[in-house]
């Protein structure tokens, strides 16, 4: 018997280790553009103004591009093998988001959906489009459209296989295809993700502030980290998975199959003092080829310098003062806090030598702060 055409992709999907794949029209997801406007008209996307910049073109898949008719929407499991959370214990070593501990999930899928669009285009012919976090697309709602999970409470997808470990792709088509029934919400009265949350992002179920969101603070953000966030985010120096790996829904990803990214770090979550050594050139190599590197040494090397502030080491203090004379205002300032921290006598001592000579305002006020 002949496959349908939603079997044929779905086989050729499997073959590129895709976990999930399901159909929707290119009609717009329902509510998702009055959530979005919400999420905006409250400034919760804070840094994050392409948002904004490309709100109208987000709310529908045709005002991205008129023609489409079908999206393909794909899942590539990245469960890890053990808790993400353990590390959090380890106060010394930096605690990196599963995703980003291997190589650029961008690269990585975008090259499989070039893939997939050229065999699709081989027995369905149409012009398509490739999708990967990068443009004006609402992946989450078209997943939850589309059968391939839920949103959760958490904001992120939530699949009844892969729990909350799953990296979205989309391929838009002009070729007509069957859609997929959405999958029912099945968090219930469940909240662990929220109630996990260091830092109280979410202002209510479903609902996210990423101003206060760790990811959004250690990835997204360009300048210091507000005071209030500091303690609460421990030694997470890229990233945040409390609210992903506490859903209950995990425990059916333990045996799905997981894509494993080529993994280019050095240590999942390495120790702080390797990572407090990192000058520019170091950090580009070291993180080449990952989510990190996007990031930035110098904004990097900010969460580093909190976590150093947070882990009690006292060993850490020599490579921490080092970071008082650094380029770098955001390196400066952490370095001042953490020094703070660690050795509140010797940074009272120090401060008499370097804060006159200061002369950035925020690195001055972390000056000022010790001893108030």
Known sequence: MALTLKERIAHEAEDLD?????????DPPQGAGIALDAFLADGRHGDMTW???????????????????????????????????????????GAISVYAQGADYHDVIK??????????QGF????????????????????AKAGLGWQGKHTNLVSRDFGS???????????????????????????RCLDVCPTKAFVAPYQLDARACIS?????????????????????????????????????????????????????????????KLDGAAFRARFRGTPIKRTGRDRFLRNVLIAAG???????????????????????????WALSRLAPEWAAAVRESEAPAEG???VADEWARIGA
């Open 216 to 276: 959004y603070l250690t990835i997204e953000h360009k300048g210091h980290i507000a005071p209030e966030f500091r303690e609460a985010m421990g030694n997470r120096i890229f990233g945040c998975d409390d609210c992903l790996a506490v859903c209950p829904w995990n425990k059916f990803a333990s045996g799905a199959r997981v894509a494993k990214l080529s993994v280019r770090v050095e240590s999942d979550n390495p120790p702080l003092a390797e990572l407090l």
């Open 124 to 143: 369905a012919p149409g012009d398509v489009k490739i999708f990967v976090d990068t443009a004006p697309v609402m992946e989450k709602p078209i997943a």
């Open 165 to 191: 470990w799953l990296f979205l792709g989309a391929i838009f088509t002009t070729v007509e295809i069957v859609p997929d029934a959405p999958e029912q919400d099945h968090c219930g009265a469940c909240r």
């Open 310 to 336: 947070n882990s009690g080491d006292a060993t850490l203090v020599p490579e921490v003062e080092r970071h008082l004379g650094d380029a770098s205002p955001l390196v400066r300032a952490m370095a001042v």
């Open 51 to 93: 948002l904004a910049a490309n709100s109208d073109r987000r709310k529908s898949p045709r005002a991205i591009w008129p023609e489409v008719k079908s999206i393909i929407m794909l899942g590539l499991s990245y469960g890890p093998e053990r808790d993400p959370l353990e590390v959090l214990g380890q106060r010394s070593r």
């Open 111 to 120: 090259a499989k959906l070039k893939t997939l669009a050229a065999r699709v």
């Open 18 to 26: 895709f976990a999930a794949v399901r159909f929707a029209s290119a």
């Open 360 to 362: 950035d305002p925020a």
